[in-house]
């Protein structure tokens, strides 16, 4: 029997680099004061899981605990377009977010009650990203036009 020649392209496990060290600095000290976010990163691709893929990557945000807000990012910008989703998982309600994001865009405060997509221009600063409500899961979305997930210095 012949070995499947697009079996390669299907990923079912998280195989992207850990997180940055400073990023995960920002998230032990928000757990320190009591204020965390219980996620799952399910996915992520990127050249250096499949060789010429872009990147992309999926995760669960299942609960925030604590009192205050829970970011999961800096400000930054990026070389590349990038595509950053949140859905809710009310099936009674799909377009409901069944929570509240705090999210920034070149410096502008927005608030995302709703099911939705955003695209952020090469070169627009965005984030960071705050969780204030988290009423039933979400699910979060990236992706970008380039191989890797880099900022831009």
């Known amino acids: 029997m012949t070995e499947p020649q697009y079996g390669k392209y299907i990923i079912t496990e998280d195989l992207m680099p850990p997180m940055a060290p400073e990023l995960a600095k920002l998230i032990e000290d928000q757990a320190k004061a009591g204020n965390t976010l219980d996620r799952t990163l399910l996915l992520g691709m990127q050249d250096s899981v499949i060789k010429g893929s872009f990147f992309a990557g999926c995760e669960i945000i299942w609960e925030l605990t604590g009192d205050g807000p ?78 890797t997930y880099e900022k831009a210095d």
């Open 70 to 147: 829970v970011t999961i990012e800096a400000p930054h910008a990026h070389d590349f377009d990038e595509v950053i989703g949140f859905v809710g998982t009310d099936r009674s309600q799909p377009r409901a977010l069944n929570g509240e994001i705090e999210f920034w865009l070149g410096g502008e405060q927005h608030f995302i009650t709703q099911t939705c997509l955003i695209y952020i221009p090469h070169g627009l600063t965005h984030c960071p990203i705050y969780f204030r409500q988290v009423n039933t899961p979400i699910v979060m979305f990236e992706a970008g036009n380039n191989t």
